[in-house]
């Protein structure tokens, strides 16, 4: 941890977008391994970047969508399809990012990232 | 052509975000090679995706610039930054979005979007 | 939809490739939040693409081998692994296609291909 | 170099689809840096697999323009259409394949292939 | 196989890296399809490159972690960190070369890759 | 800036490993729009990460070639093959590296790196 207020921040956040329960498993189940990743992503993604007040979290959500569709990371773009339903997107918000991911990053990458949405939304209950 | 109306759409959308001259003088370079290409880009892009009234043009120009810099598109990349000046990003706003692709795509990925931000602003007069 | 000739050709064209089956569930199984994005493909990637008549069938399913195997798409490649067989690939020919990715997108992406083309065989039979 | 056979029909075949002009330019202007590569892509991609009688040269052509537009390689896929050329294909073949990495890898990574091409061309006297 | 020498020497440092046990099921559950891919692999990847003598093996490895999660090949790089592990790389090292990942291929990269390391150490007893 | 003590080491290691007029030019070149960025990867990248003691300075520059090359970024990695330079890699080692790409990331990775290192070398004056 090099800024524990940054840190603290990032925490907060974290757990806000995607949920107290999921984040604190995660934390909860970091080791001797895994732990410095840990701290480095709750300070340096969620804490310098998520903390900053230029763009509306639920804007912050959908680039996530975008890229994580993009850059074909199934597991990450479940958990942001979540947050980015705690963030404020709707549905048919959602619907339209990955429609037009299907024209940027090709068709495939598309059918994956729908496929995810609807195994995120069953999860979350939306 | 397989939709005038989608087509025609499609034209005026990309004529008014990417500016009516470049657009042109890129339909009118076009020769038996590319037509057929740019004509489906220009309904099955900007017609069917872009006119879809679901999210505002400004949001879909920060969705582009995250996946061009994940997708490693510059050329598209630099057309996309003048066009989301053009759809009222703010430059403080592309900056966000570019930093948080730091984070997703990696610092590499950000650092090429910087460098051609910074051509886009220039050949923009921004 | 945006041309009801061009989506039923494409309609007719994705049943014969992947097998009306397998198409018919997918969309029966659609919902107000992928119903748009089947339609989509349905019409864009498989009537204006698919349907064009300048290459044949069986190159476009070599063709999409090696993209899907370039682009990561595990579970798009085994669905057209099937659709090459039954466009009429050997599996000799798919052999060919896999090993010549080994060369340009690398030995672990080729390993991954492999695998599932192993895994489409057994489910088709092959 | 590890099989003189294998070798020496890479070099002819490399020679004979890529032209004995700027293979042998290559050739002689390795240094004791990049020879072992010259010589590991003239065994490996060329003989190895290039000299497999298992698919027609112009289907290897066409699998390289779909794999390199999905790995974004400019200058690579600029020298392959070059070479499809050579080996039979012809223009519209080659813009019927690009039109499906549209749909496949994403519109900006065909943008990008179908400027190359008409580079290539230009250069071909195609 | 176009070199028995650069094949058996390949086929060794195979066994030896990835565990002789692992490796002779491969090679034995091969069948006419993936036998001559297994022979590429053997002879190009294992003895044409790793049989080198220019690195250590630990060198490699750790190259190979790095480019598996650039890559995002998760298979592979689970049985390469079990093979880091057997060239003598620390938990720590390890740990060391997913950190800067997360810089330069984007966290979510990391994160895949993290979850992948704890699978295989967990696998390997480690 | 979060942490100027992490912030000062990553300023003395970015300016070792890149060579200081190169980091002081692009500091003294950076603007409103891009200064956030240069202090975030100062800081993250180059303290946070190439900070830490767990891996020599020359190992971790032969991970940012290997990683480059998969991510295909020229120009990031012209400048880490003369840092790697400088943190004491041969241009024997470099090859070795660059081969290894070859069989991981592809032949046309390898080919696009090797031109790279030639660019790189000759700027050098190695």
Not at 68 to 78: D, I, V
């Amino acid at each position: 941890m090099n800024n524990k207020d940054v840190h603290d921040k990032g925490l907060a956040i974290r757990r806000e977008v995607l949920g107290a329960a999921y984040v604190d498993a995660a934390l909860k189940g970091a080791d001797d391994f895994n732990r410095p990743f840990q701290e480095f992503i709750t300070e340096y993604c969620w804490g310098a970047v998520w903390g900053r007040p230029g763009l509306p979290k639920k804007t912050r959500s959908m680039l996530n969508l975008a890229m994580l569709t993009a850059l074909a990371k199934p597991q990450e773009l479940k958990i942001h399809i979540k947050g980015a339903l705690t963030n404020g997107c709707t549905k048919d918000e959602i619907m339209e990012v990955l429609l037009q991911t299907a024209v940027y990053c090709g068709v495939p990458a598309a059918v994956d990232a729908f496929r995810t949405a609807r195994e995120a939304f069953k999860e979350a209950g939306a």
